[in-house]
């Protein structure tokens, strides 16, 4: 997450992404270049603004441009300000307000009311770069500011409500241009993105909010202007489809300095109470931003983090849990929290599939590969949490082959309950050697438990490989193959130029999705009644392509489907509560109880980025 000349946070620095377009890039239908060119007198802001989301003064200087000042960002390394024209054109398509970027560390010396002309380049600035897909902003660079006077009032905000948003989300990109909507005239009366776009530098406001996005370390939340789009069970937004995008979401930042007004902490379904005001800027890390002049008041909710049922004696307890980057080096507090978690959310399951557990060093890469530090000071906190005795086992990975931090080497861990549950050890195996399917009288085994599941299989370059493991409980055998496919860096954002975005990382795990696909059908092969749970960071969705192919033939079954829709979710993203960790079951287990259980994503306090599931059936 960074800072870049159109976002910046006043808490932790961001790494700068700055990326200013030149004529190549226009010729990818992204953005304009520059062109030496005399300046423009009499260009107001709409006119730098325009009709679509590139400037069609991109490029080239303006001189006095008139305006009064309606927010100044005075740190981080995208310092500037806005300012807005109060009078306008009329036309909804083009917006009244543009950012002025000063520079990296020029620190704007206007306030806000003042009625200022600004001389300077247009430029169109994408935040993460032309790779990114972002959109890009307006703004002028290179300005020359004189101040006309001082204490103006400033223009009137737009109210951003229920009902100014369109419910459609964005227009189909054009596919002459690799399907970008830049060249599209705005519609921001049918269109959320374009809306927002009409808007881009304009100041608006918002009045009482549901957060649908905890604060985060960066200082910025997530509302919803939208309360009955797509509501959660808890307060948030639910992301259920490639098209339900939740065009109410909008990110809130602070322009007043974290030193002088620290910035408020929200769960999700608190509520921001009042009148938010400010500029609306646009940054890598969510698109539309309300940069506030004025924040409102948090209103704590009381939201709490659940705690599933125990199982009952005859039910087996199964459950999946990214511990996010956990290594011996991390304070003992996190250990202490997580060991609490297993045991009071939780309630002790039998099997505790573990995704993200590093290796005794952590993300020191000194060719360490063991965990076994690791897994046992957590097995340690869950003792002292009044916890069983956990037993564990897992697979070393080859150093640096699996992706995640260099020097982590992150892998999945069971943990499991010797006092309810045993584990079939069939030794031999490694980082590269793949555990199979044998008959064993009338059932199914593995010729390699805990084994890894086709390590050698292009899919799993530079990705976590699945780990395997055959359980018995009460005489019964459970096979359980614990995931954490590729993550979903390198997509394109919901707010990108392109419409629909890019989401180029879901190739890798589909691929991976057939994989394990096609091992689960080797053990239905031999048994159409093995008790088979694939579990784990899936990092995709319930309704994804990735969750078909692992279901492809009938051989799984998405179990978070059994839950009502408005309870799917393990993770929120940019104010979107969505599916990532996933449990599906095999058809021999007909009748289970899942829960998705929320102690995390919701939090502003957080031990993960990730909500545990648990489900439990009757072997």
Do not use: C
């Not at 649908?212 to 509501?231: F, I, M, R």
């Amino acid at each position: 997450m960074s800072s870049s000349s159109s976002s910046a946070s006043s808490a932790i620095p961001r790494p700068a992404a700055v990326a200013v377009l030149t004529a190549a890039a226009l010729a990818a239908g992204l953005l304009a270049g520059s062109a030496p060119a005399a300046a423009d007198p009499g260009v107001r802001i709409h006119d730098v603004q325009g009709t679509t989301r590139v400037s069609p003064l991109a490029g080239k200087p303006v001189a006095d441009v008139p305006g009064i000042v309606t927010g100044v960002r005075t740190y981080g390394s995208s310092r500037g300000f806005w300012f807005q024209d109060p009078g306008g054109d009329g036309n909804p398509a083009t917006s009244e307000g543009v950012f002025v970027f000063t520079g990296s560390g020029s620190t704007p010396t206007v306030k806000v009311g003042d009625s200022v002309l600004v001389s300077g380049t247009v430029a169109e600035f994408v935040p993460g770069g032309a790779s990114s897909g972002n959109q890009s902003l307006t703004q002028l660079t290179r300005p020359s500011v004189t101040v006309v006077s001082s204490g103006n009032a400033v223009p009137e905000p737009v109210t951003v409500a229920a009902w100014t948003v369109p419910g459609a989300y964005a227009p189909a990109g054009d596919p002459a241009v690799g399907g970008s909507i830049n060249g599209l005239r705005l519609d921001p009366r049918r269109y959320a993105l374009d809306y927002y776009e009409s808007l881009e530098g304009t100041n608006v406001r918002i009045g009482t909010s549901r957060i649908v996005g905890a604060t985060d370390p960066y200082s910025e939340l997530w509302v919803t202007v939208k309360p009955q789009e797509n509501p959660t069970a808890r307060g948030g937004a639910r992301y259920g489809s490639y098209e339900s995008q939740n065009t109410g979401r909008l990110k809130v930042q602070s322009l007043v300095p974290l030193a002088e007004e620290p910035f408020p902490k929200a769960n999700v379904g608190d509520v921001l109470k009042g009148g938010t005001e400010g500029p609306l800027d646009f940054n890598q890390f969510g698109g539309y931003t309300l940069a506030a002049r004025e924040l409102g008041t948090v209103v704590d909710r009381g939201l709490e983090r659940e705690r599933t049922r125990p199982q009952t004696k005859n039910e087996l307890s199964v459950a999946t849990y990214n511990v996010e980057n956990l290594d011996p080096g991390d304070p003992q507090e996190k250990f202490d929290a997580l060991g609490r978690a297993v045991v009071e959310n939780l309630a002790s399951p039998d099997v505790l599939a573990l995704e993200e557990i590093q290796d005794n060093t952590g993300a020191k890469n000194d060719g360490t590969v063991a965990a076994d530090q690791t897994v046992r000071k957590f097995v340690d906190a869950i003792r002292a949490a009044g916890g069983p005795a956990y037993e564990w086992r897992g697979v070393d990975p080859e150093n640096n082959k699996d992706g995640g931090e260099p020097g982590g080497n992150i892998r999945q861990v069971f943990l499991f309950n010797p006092e309810r549950v045993s584990f079939t050890d069939r030794p031999g195996a490694d980082a590269t050697t793949a555990t199979g399917v044998v008959r064993e009288g009338r059932t199914a085994a593995l010729t390699h438990s805990p084994g890894r599941v086709a390590p050698a299989d292009a899919a799993w370059e530079s990705s976590r490989k699945p780990l395997a493991g055959e359980f018995a409980f009460r005489g019964k055998k459970v096979f359980v193959v614990a995931n954490h496919f590729g993550s979903k860096g390198g997509d394109e954002s919901l707010t990108s130029h392109r419409q629909p975005p890019n989401r180029s990382s879901e190739v890798k795990r589909l691929a991976q999705a057939q994989a394990v696909n096609t091992f689960v059908k080797d053990l239905l092969a031999v048994d159409r009644r093995a008790d088979v749970l694939v579990v784990g960071d899936i990092n995709d969705f319930e309704f994804s392509a990735t969750t078909k192919a692992l279901t492809a033939g009938g051989a799984l079954y998405p179990a978070v489907k059994s839950l009502p829709r408005e309870d799917r979710y393990s993770y929120v993203f940019q104010g979107n509560s969505q599916v990532l960790d996933q449990i599906l079951t095999s058809p021999g287990i007909g009748r289970f109880e899942y829960d998705s259980v929320h102690i995390n994503a919701e939090f502003t306090a957080q031990n993960s980025d990730h909500d545990p599931q648990v489900l439990r059936f009757r072997p």
